[in-house]
């Protein structure tokens, strides 16, 4: 079936320093690439996003590259806040039979220390 | 209210109980999905409804019944569950066609005694 590795599972950084996570993903087919943050006692929010047409794309502070070939994303934190902490998922998803079919990553654990 | 609610956010059952959880979405999509969320495991799908048919059952077991009366609620009925259902249990919905962000709720944190 679809699987996504996601890497580190835990990250920390001092405030102000790069954030970088990683993912693989195996089906061929996915063509949309969300990334959510996930806070303590809160579902999952969508922060970015990219479509696979796409190699990069930046918002603010975050910014998401694929790379379609090695299939291959990364999501990357520029100077972190202590609010950046948080539980980080990728995803890897595709249109199937009537629905978004997303596998998701294990998860990055991210802590900024002030 | 706006997104996705869930209710309770909180449940603690016997094991012979019988027990509901609620989701409805403020936000105009006609697809929603029911995850479980365990430490140190991936999302896992349970259900997915898609224009109000059950277009997808992920092997979940039949303690687990879902529930969509209409394209805003969504519900999961529990009967006899094991403690290993014990997780936090997220709906979530989206555009059905087309590649689309779901938009989740803030999940029910279920713990079964």
């Known amino acids: 079936g679809e699987n996504v590795e996601q890497h580190p599972s835990t990250l920390s950084v001092q405030e102000g320093d790069s954030a970088v996570i990683k993912c693989t993903y195996s089906?061929?087919?996915?063509?949309?690439f969300p990334w959510y943050k996930q806070e303590l006692g809160k579902g999952p929010q969508l922060i970015i996003d990219?479509?696979?047409?796409?190699g990069e794309k930046k918002d603010q502070r975050i910014a998401v590259t694929l790379n379609k070939t090695a299939k291959h994303f990364s999501l990357h934190i520029t100077e972190t806040q202590p609010e950046d902490s948080a539980v980080y998922f990728c995803?890897?998803?595709?249109?199937?039979?009537?629905?978004?079919?997303?596998?998701f990553g294990i998860g990055t654990k991210l802590q900024v220390i002030p | 209210e706006t997104g996705v609610t869930q209710t309770p956010r909180h449940l603690v059952m016997g094991m012979t109980n019988k027990k509901s959880l609620k989701c409805e979405q403020h936000l105009g999509h006609n697809a929603m999905y029911w995850y479980k969320q365990s430490a140190k495991k991936p999302l896992e799908l349970m259900f997915v409804y898609s224009l109000e048919e059950r277009v997808e059952n992920n092997s979940v077991p039949s303690r687990f019944s879902p529930e969509c009366p209409n394209s805003s609620h969504l519900f999961l009925h529990l009967h006899t569950l094991q403690p290993e259902d014990s997780a936090l249990y997220l709906c979530?919905?989206?555009?059905?066609?087309?590649?689309?962000?779901?938009?989740f709720g803030p999940g029910t944190r279920l713990t079964v005694t």
């Open positions: 089906d061929s087919a996915s063509n949309y």
């Open positions: 979530a919905s989206s555009q059905a066609s087309g590649s689309y962000e779901q938009y």
């Open positions: 995803a890897a998803s595709r249109y199937s039979g009537g629905y978004q079919k997303v596998t």
């Open positions: 990219i479509r696979s047409n796409v």
